[in-house]
């Protein structure tokens, strides 16, 4: 038999991620200052850790619950109560084995083969080919770019509805352009969503990372609990923890036991010591979150301003997120620039093609990292822009 037709054209279609594509081709480089991935350069902290290797030591390896140990659950709950100024139903809450496989599991529950997705582009590309490999349709709508400025035209997404589409995938704070919807955009999205029947999957990842509140708005300030809507979590980000792989989905109620199935047929559960370290994070955490807020704030502040006094390059401050999204005047292969700019500056930056539709001419940074590395990656690649 052919090797090519041991394996299904879902997964030989399968894309290989232009972010990893530039890891790869850079990862063993010496001196070199990593702002290709999404996660910051501090490890979990210990008070988290320790809660998890207690666990761990104490016997806690048997399989546990499908949709999360109730503890877990229930500070869920008074994280949600604590930051969103309503009263959350533990019963909403259902933990999974990373925020990707939130992701996963929210399109399993909203879509059958060749039903559609509309998001909003530039965006993370494994929500695309998460929704590819379920036999999804990913349909893209780009946000509009103006004066290093990212802005939602809800007429463009009207427009891309169709009697396939069944959910709108909304990332808000956003990787990569750091667009943050304001709570007239998320009326608006929710609107359009009732008017034709659509779920909402809303993917609120960054929204303790917002630069002018506490947090950013979001569709749990103007949608009920049982609403459809799924919103798509992870520890990841917030407390550095993109190692442990765990992460949460907040749904209705009626949708428990669909969530218990989905969970037990993929990975049965959550390793209960890891859970027990997550629920250090979110009842011992916000003084956590907070610092690392303020780390990206300052580090923030010098990358941008640094590569916009090159006047060769086209940026704002992000409102949200932690990603600079920039454009290089004269740069359109942006591969081959991220590539180069590994080899020849020093630093790894993902490639803007990686991010789908609207984002072919830029380069995105994360600057969540300790301010000199920072500051050495904005002269590095300063200085790699007066050279081009």
């Known amino acids: 038999m052919n090797a090519d037709k041991q394996t299904s054209q879902r997964a030989s279609n399968a894309p290989e991620s232009g972010i990893v594509a530039v890891f790869n081709h850079g990862r063993l480089k010496e001196d070199l200052i990593p702002l290709w991935a999404g ?29 999360g140990i109730p503890e877990l659950r229930q500070a869920l709950a008074r994280y949600h109560q ?8 533990p019963e909403r809450f259902f933990v999974t084995g990373s925020g990707m496989l939130a992701i996963k599991l929210a399109i399993e529950a909203t879509t059958d083969p060749g039903d559609e997705i509309i998001y909003l582009s530039p965006a993370w590309p494994n929500f695309s080919a998460a929704l590819e490999l379920s036999d999804g349709v990913p349909v893209a709508v780009q946000l509009v770019h103006a004066d290093g400025t990212w802005q939602l035209d809800v007429d463009r997404i009207e427009k891309a509805v ?100 989905l969970i037990q047929y993929s990975t049965s559960g959550v390793p209960q ?90 380069l995105r940074a994360c600057f969540l990292r300790r301010l000199d590395h920072v500051e050495a990656a904005a002269d590095r690649l300063a200085a790699y822009i007066a050279r081009l």
Request: charged residues 20%.
């Open 39 to 67: 996660e910051g350069d501090l490890p979990t902290p210990d008070f988290i850790s320790q809660a998890a290797s207690r666990a761990l030591l104490a016997g806690e390896t048997f399989y546990t619950w499908q949709r």
């Open 82 to 89: 604590r930051h969103f100024a309503q009263i959350f139903k």
């Open 162 to 261: 169709t009697p396939r589409t069944r959910a709108l995938f909304v990332n808000t704070p956003s990787n990569p352009t750091g667009w943050v919807a304001s709570l007239s955009d998320l009326e608006a999205l929710r609107d359009l969503a009732w008017r034709h029947g659509l779920w909402i999957i809303a993917d609120e990842i960054y929204s303790r990372f917002f630069y002018s509140d506490t947090r950013a708005p979001s569709f749990m300030d103007i949608t009920g609990e049982d609403d459809p809507v799924l919103y798509v979590n992870t520890f990841s980000k917030n407390w550095s923890m993109t190692g442990w792989r765990i992460g949460w989905i907040t749904a209705p109620e009626r949708l428990g036991q669909i969530f218990e199935n």
């Open 273 to 362: 010591f890891l859970q027990k370290g997550a629920l250090a994070a979110l009842d011992d955490g916000d003084g956590f979150v907070d610092m690392q807020i303020e780390r990206a704030r300052a580090a923030r502040d010098v990358l941008c301003d640094r590569l916009v006094q090159t006047n060769r390059v086209h940026t704002i401050r992000p409102q949200g997120a932690f990603y600079a999204f920039f454009a290089i005047d004269g740069v359109r292969d942006t591969m081959a620039c991220a590539k180069d700019i590994v080899d020849r500056a020093h630093v790894g930056l993902a490639p803007g093609m990686a991010f789908g539709p609207g984002g072919e001419g830029f």
